[in-house]
C-alpha cells in the first residue's frame, strides 16, 4: 500500500522533474517549429481563467476531441475514463446517468437519489438525475472540477462538478451542419447557426441534434427480428443575447429535449456462479425477456443571465427554471418464468421469481436563482459575493406488474418530495506577492426537505401505507488555496476544502413498508499539484495529489433479498491518489493527450453490516450478525475496509492525432483509448459482482479541406468490441448488464 505522504511527496517530485525535464532538454525541437498549445480558458472560479492559474484540478474536453468521443449517437457517459477520476455508469438507458469523481458517487437508482457530483449546464444546477441527462452538443468545452465545490457551486458538490459551456451568440455569422450513417441503422443530425439580428445589439444562435438508433437485440420470447436498444432522441436550444449597452447584458437560453428508446436490458444469469465473469457461449445480441422493456423522457427549460458592469464591480443574476417528466418500464429478473411462482419453463438459469417494475416522474419543476457582485480584476485584492436559492417540487410513481398475466399492473406507490435551499457564499483572492496568490471561499447553506410516500396496491397484498420525513440542516462549507508562481512555465498550488451534502430520503415502498434517512454528510479535502506548459508551449502536463474524509458519508445498500435499496451512513470514507492531465504537439502533424489517475478509496466503519445479494453470491468480507427478515433471520456481512461501489483504482486515456498535409486540405486519423481496471458493483465485495477491467477505443479517419471548411471521415467506436459487465442485480439471480458493441458508419461535417 502507498502511504498517503509518500504519495503526495512522491507525485510532487516527480512531476516537477518531468515538467523540468520536458522545459530544458527539448527546447531545440521547439524550434523547428512556431506551433503552440491554445491557452485554455475556464470559469472554474466563475471568472475566466487560464486553466494553469486556476488553483485546483480542473480538467477539460472540448474542440475535435470531444466531437470525436461523442460519436456514433453516445450520451454524457462518452466522458467516462476519458477525463481521469471521472467514472460514469447507470441502470437506466440513456435517462439517468450516475457521476464518480476520485470514487465518490451514488449507485442509487431511485429517481429522487442524492448525488454528490454536481452537474451545472450553462450556470444553471440540474440536481434531479433523469436532468443529468442532457445531451452534449453545440458545445463550447466541458469543465470537470475534482474535489468539493461547494463554496461558489449550487448544491451537494461533495466529490466535485462537471461543468457544461454551450456556445454562446456572437456579432458574427458562423455555424456548422454535421451529419453521419452508421450502423444498427444509426443516423445523426447536427447543427447551429448564429449572427447579429440588430448589429451590436441583438445576437442569436440555434442549434439542435437529433440522433437515431436502431435495435440490436433479439429478444428471443417476443420476435425473431432485434427489438430492443433502439432509441430516437432530439433536442434544441435557442440563445439571445441582448447588449443594449457595452456595461449591460441579458443572455436568454431556452431548451427541449425528447428521448423515446429502450431502458437498460437485464441479462438474467449471465455471470458464472461461483467463479464471476461472463457464463460460457453468453451472446450480447440476445436476451430472454417474458416483459416489456421501454423509456420516454421530456424536458424544457428556461433561464435568464443578466450582467451589468458597474465600472469597479460586476453585477450578476442567473435564474433558472426546468421541467422534466420521464417513465422507464424494465423486466428487473432478467429471464422468462420463476420457480417458487410455479411459473415453468423458466431460464435461463435459475429464475426464482418474476420482477417487472418501472419508475415515473410525471412531473418535476425546479427553480434556481442566483445573484453575485464580483471586482473587475483588481490588482491587490479580488472578491466575489452572493446568495443562491435551490427549489424543487418532485413527484414519483413506482409500478410492479406481473409478467404471468400479460403485464398487469399489481402494484404502485408515490413519493412527493419539496425541496428548498439557501445559500450565502464569498470568495476572496489575495495577490500576497507577485508570485503568490491565496484564494480564500465561505459558503452558508441551508436546506429543507419534505417527503411522503404512500403504498395505495401491494403486489403481495400488504396493507396500505404511508410514510413522512422531514430534514432541515444548516452547515458552513469553506476552502483555501494558494498558487505559485515559480517561473514563466511552472505553477505550483495547494489546497483544502470542506464539503457539506443535506440529509437525503429514500421511500421505494411498493416491496416495503418503510423509508430510510441518511443524515447530512462533511468531507475534508487536501490536494496540491503542479500546471507546467513544457516544451517551450508544445506541451502541457497538471498532476495532483489528494488525500480525503467523509464524515458520516451516505451510502446506498442496493438490492440484498427484497431489492429494496436502503440509506445508511458510514462512519468514515477515506480517499487518496493522483490525476494526470497531458497533451503534446509531438511534431507539427503528431498531437497526443496522455490521462492517468489512481484513486483509492476505502470505507472506515467497523460497526457496518448490511445483508447481501439474495442470489448468493461468494461473497468475501467477513461475516457479520444475524438480522430480522421477511422470511426469518438473514445474515450480514462487514463493510468495513470495502472500497466505494464503482470506484476503479486505474483510470487510462490517451488520444493520437495524425495528420498529412495535401493541397487543399490535408488526410487525418484521430485515435482514443480509455481504460478503467476493476470495479465492485455493491458495497460489499464478492467473486461475481464486479468486472475485471474495461478498454474501449476509437478511430476516426478522413479528410479536412481548407481550413476546416468541411470534412468527411469514417469512424469506429469500441473498435476491439471489448465486452464488459457494466453493472448488476443481486436480489433474484446472477443479472448483469453489458457494455455496447463496436458501432461504425461515416460522417460529414461542414462548417460556415
Known amino acids: 500500500m502507498i502511504s498517503t505522504p509518500q504519495l503526495f511527496k512522491g507525485l510532487s517530485v516527480s512531476a516537477l522533474a518531468l515538467a523540468s525535464a520536458l522545459t530544458f532538454t527539448t527546447a531545440q525541437a521547439a524550434e523547428d517549429s512556431a506551433m503552440i498549445l491554445e491557452e485554455i480558458v475556464v470559469t472554474a472560479q466563475k471568472r475566466s481563467q487560464n486553466l494553469q492559474d486556476v488553483p485546483s484540478s480542473v480538467a477539460t474536453l472540448g474542440g475535435e476531441k470531444m466531437d470525436v468521443l461523442k460519436g456514433a449517437g453516445a450520451d454524457i457517459k462518452f466522458m467516462s475514463a476519458r477525463v481521469p477520476s471521472l467514472y460514469i455508469e447507470t441502470s437506466f ?8 469523481i476520485r470514487g465518490l458517487g451514488n449507485s442509487d437508482f431511485d ?66 451542419v454535421r451529419a453521419s450513417l452508421g450502423n444498427f441503422g444509426a443516423v ?31 429478444n428471443t420470447l417476443s420476435s425473431p427480428e ?38 437498460t436490458v437485464f441479462r438474467a444469469n449471465i455471470i458464472e456462479p461461483g467463479r464471476g465473469g461472463f457464463i460460457q457461449n453468453f451472446s450480447r445480441e440476445r436476451v430472454h425477456l417474458d416483459g416489456r422493456n421501454e423509456q420516454a423522457l421530456d424536458a424544457h427549460g428556461v433561464n435568464l443571465k443578466i450582467v451589468h458592469d458597474f465600472d469597479f464591480m460586476t453585477f450578476t443574476s442567473v435564474t433558472g427554471y426546468e421541467h422534466g417528466k420521464v417513465f422507464s418500464r424494465g423486466d428487473v429478473d432478467g429471464g422468462f418464468g420463476g420457480v417458487f411462482d410455479g411459473q415453468f419453463p423458466s431460464g435461463p438459469g435459475f429464475i426464482p421469481f418474476a420482477s417487472e417494475s418501472a419508475g ?27 446568495a443562491f436559492y435551490f427549489s424543487e417540487d418532485l413527484t414519483i410513481n413506482n409500478y410492479s406488474y406481473n409478467s404471468y398475466t400479460g403485464g398487469t399492473q399489481n402494484g404502485f406507490a408515490v413519493q412527493k418530495q419539496d425541496i428548498k435551499a439557501f445559500a450565502l457564499f464569498g470568495n476572496i483572492d489575495v495577490n500576497a506577492t507577485e508570485d503568490l496568490k491565496i484564494t480564500a471561499g465561505l459558503r452558508y447553506s441551508d436546506d429543507k426537505k419534505d ?52 440529509p ?89 493527450t496522455l490521462g492517468l489517475s489512481y484513486n483509492k478509496t476505502q470505507i472506515k466503519d467497523n460497526a457496518l453490516f448490511i445483508v447481501p445479494g439474495g442470489s448468493g453470491p461468494t461473497t468475501l468480507d467477513p461475516t457479520g450478525p444475524s438480522i430480522p427478515g421477511p422470511f426469518g433471520p438473514q445474515a450480514t456481512v462487514s463493510l468495513d475496509g470495502n472500497p466505494l461501489p464503482n470506484s476503479p483504482e486505474w483510470v487510462l486515456n490517451f488520444t493520437a492525432r495524425y495528420s498529412v498535409p495535401v493541397e487543399g486540405g490535408e488526410f487525418f486519423a484521430y485515435t482514443d483509448w480509455a481504460y478503467r481496471s476493476s470495479i465492485n458493483f455493491f458495497l460489499y465485495e464478492s467473486v461475481e459482482f ?11 479517419a478522413g479528410y479536412v479541406h481548407g481550413d476546416n471548411e468541411w470534412q468527411v471521415a469514417l469512424y469506429v467506436r469500441n473498435i476491439t468490441n471489448d465486452l464488459s459487465l457494466t453493472g448488476a442485480i443481486d436480489f433474484n439471480n446472477f443479472t448483469g448488464f453489458v457494455n455496447e458493441p463496436r458501432k461504425w458508419g461515416i460522417e460529414a461535417k461542414y462548417n460556415f
Open 360 to 386: 415515473e416522474i410525471p412531473g418535476l419543476d425546479q427553480w434556481t436563482q442566483e445573484i453575485r457582485f464580483s471586482s473587475n480584476d483588481n490588482e491587490m485584492i479580488n472578491y466575489q459575493v452572493g
Open 111 to 176: 429517481l429522487n437519489a442524492s448525488q454528490p457530483v454536481s452537474l451545472i449546464y450553462d450556470e444553471v444546477v440540474l440536481e434531479n438525475p433523469i436532468l443529468k441527462g442532457a445531451p452534449i452538443f453545440d458545445m463550447d468545452r466541458v469543465e470537470v472540477l475534482r474535489g468539493p465545490q461547494g463554496t461558489l457551486f449550487g448544491r451537494n458538490t461533495i466529490a466535485g462538478i462537471i461543468k457544461l459551456e454551450s456556445k454562446k451568440p456572437t456579432q458574427e455569422t458562423n455555424g456548422y
Open 690 to 700: 464486479k468486472d475485471n477491467f474495461l478498454l474501449e477505443g476509437g478511430l476516426k
Open 451 to 502: 417527503f411522503t410516500a404512500t403504498r395505495s396496491q401491494s403486489p403481495f397484498g400488504a396493507p396500505n401505507v404511508t410514510v413522512n420525513n422531514n430534514t432541515k440542516e444548516d452547515n458552513l462549507s469553506w476552502d483555501l488555496s494558494a498558487i505559485y508562481t515559480a517561473n514563466e512555465d511552472i505553477n505550483v498550488f495547494a489546497r483544502v476544502a470542506k464539503g457539506f451534502r443535506a
Open 504 to 592: 437525503s430520503i429514500q421511500g421505494r415502498i411498493v416491496f416495503g413498508d418503510a423509508s430510510s434517512v441518511a443524515s447530512s454528510e462533511t468531507a475534508y479535502s487536501y490536494e496540491m499539484g503542479i500546471k507546467a506548459d513544457v516544451l517551450e508551449g508544445r506541451g502541457r502536463v497538471n498532476a495532483t495529489t489528494y488525500y480525503y474524509n467523509v464524515n458520516d458519508m451516505q451510502l446506498t445498500a442496493v438490492g440484498g433479498t427484497s431489492n429494496v435499496t436502503k440509506l445508511i451512513n458510514a462512519d468514515k470514507v477515506e480517499g487518496y491518489g493522483f490525476e494526470a492531465d497531458m497533451e503534446f504537439l509531438v511534431t507539427d502533424n503528431l498531437a497526443t
Open 188 to 218: 445523426e443530425l447536427e447543427a447551429a447557426a448564429g449572427g447579429a439580428l440588430v448589429e451590436d445589439k441583438l445576437a442569436v444562435r440555434i442549434s439542435g441534434m437529433y440522433q437515431r438508433q436502431g435495435d440490436w437485440v433479439d
Open 226 to 263: 432485434k427489438d430492443l436498444e433502439d432509441f430516437v432522441e432530439a433536442a434544441a436550444r435557442l440563445q439571445l443575447l441582448l447588449t443594449p449597452s457595452d456595461a449591460t447584458s441579458f443572455l436568454l437560453n431556452g431548451h427541449i429535449r425528447s428521448m423515446d428508446g429502450t431502458a
Open 93 to 100: 438507458g440513456r435517462t439517468f446517468p450516475r457521476f464518480y
